[in-house]
């Protein structure tokens, strides 16, 4: 299952810096508005210790980790969705993602220009989204013009997705993302096409400097406070440490992670927000050629965990042979769990657990 996150933020506030983080180095990151143009891209493993704990006992010949799409994209400015700066080229890009990213700068320096002259975390929020939402205020414009001309005809359908198209749109206008919108899943329905950007799941970085790792500072404390008010996630990371860290060997990563008190690098955080957010989890299958790891949409059934690796497993499903992840550790893999009786024959009405190990059983 593809998942993209999209880096966004103001020019110069940390993005192509934690891309590179990410990448290795591939990205542009200069003191100056636009400096990254095209949006770059980096695709990483999605880190889980327990794909490490069931190596160790299969012994595989491959590893294959679930990856996720990393995109730095051009710094956003005011003004963007009527065309200012690079907005038209932006906002497409960000289109394309499951989630954001947000980038917020938290940390004074006078060395680095920042668009607006000054560090005001909740101001440059607010810029973003005035942008995204400006933007999606065009498309459902497009939207309820669309349907009213449908509800001419007397579809009731049509009718029952104007009425929510319009209450979307006023909120918009009066400047609610639609993220903060309460919407049932049927309006959610009814919107979804329309892949509207204020919509998109939203994790913020908190960018400090490394004098304020892990704790933070009060700029980051009002992101903090601004991420709560709508149930969004925040991380507090330092870009430039995040890149000294991802040039570092394992072992001297974990030694500098707990000298800093920290358990796990910032964009893993990141990471495992997007996933919480986008209601993802991740299942395995275990041989000794390979172990994989492999995502999936919460509350999936067994036919439709298969379907990911591969259509003729969802269409030819019979069973699965399902161990949970726990007691495929305590009992030293699928022959020790198999002889614990703790694998276990599932049907098509199974609804796959987080870190289960499966083996799927289908008819060509």
Not at 81 to 88: K, Q, R, T, W
Not at 104 to 132: G, N, Q, Y
Not at 159 to 168: D, K, N, P, Q
Not at 198 to 222: M, R, T
């Amino acid at each position: 299952m593809a998942l993209s996150i999209g880096i966004v933020g103001l020019p110069n506030v940390g993005k192509s810096t934690l891309f590179n983080a990410l990448s290795g180095g591939g990205a542009q990151a200069e003191n100056y508005p636009f400096c990254t143009i095209d949006p770059n891209v980096a695709i990483v493993s999605v880190p889980d210790a327990r794909m490490q704990k069931i190596c160790d006992i299969v012994k595989p010949i491959a590893i294959q980790a679930a990856n996720i799409e990393f995109v730095d994209i051009a710094g956003l400015v005011a003004g963007a969705a009527s065309g200012e700066g690079l907005g038209n080229k932006f906002l497409a890009n960000i289109r394309e993602c499951s989630a954001i990213a947000h980038v917020v700068r938290c940390f004074d320096d006078d060395d680095i220009t920042h668009v607006s002259s000054k560090v005001d975390p909740l101001a440059d929020i607010e810029v973003i989204d005035t942008e995204l939402m400006l933007k999606d205020f065009e498309s459902m414009e497009r939207a309820v013009e669309r349907e009213r001309k449908n509800c001419k005809t007397g579809n009731k359908d049509a009718l029952a997705r104007l009425e929510v198209l319009e209450r979307v749109q006023k909120q918009l206008e009066d400047g609610t993302p639609v993220r903060r919108q309460t919407l049932t899943e049927t309006e959610n329905e009814h919107i979804a096409p329309l892949c509207l950007l204020s919509a998109k799941p939203v994790v913020y970085i908190a960018n400090v400097d490394d004098e304020h790792i892990p704790g933070g500072n009060a700029y980051a404390d009002q992101v903090k406070q601004w991420a709560e008010s709508e149930n969004a996630a925040t991380a507090v990371v330092c870009a430039q440490i995040e890149s000294e860290i991802a040039e570092m060997d394992d072992e001297s990563r974990i030694e500098f992670l707990n000298d800093l008190g920290l358990e796990e690098s910032g964009l893993n955080y990141v990471i495992r927000k997007a996933f919480e957010l986008l209601g993802l989890m991740s299942y395995f299958t275990a041989g000794v050629k390979e172990v994989r790891s492999w995502v999936i949409k919460k509350g999936m059934t067994a036919p439709q965990a298969a379907g990911v690796i591969h259509g003729d497993f969802e269409r030819g499903f019979i069973r699965a042979e399902t161990i949970h992840y726990a007691d495929f550790i305590e009992l030293n893999g699928e022959a020790g769990a198999k002889d614990a009786g703790k694998m276990r024959l599932e049907g098509k009405e199974y609804v796959v657990h987080d870190g289960d190990v499966m083996h799927f059983r289908f008819n060509v």
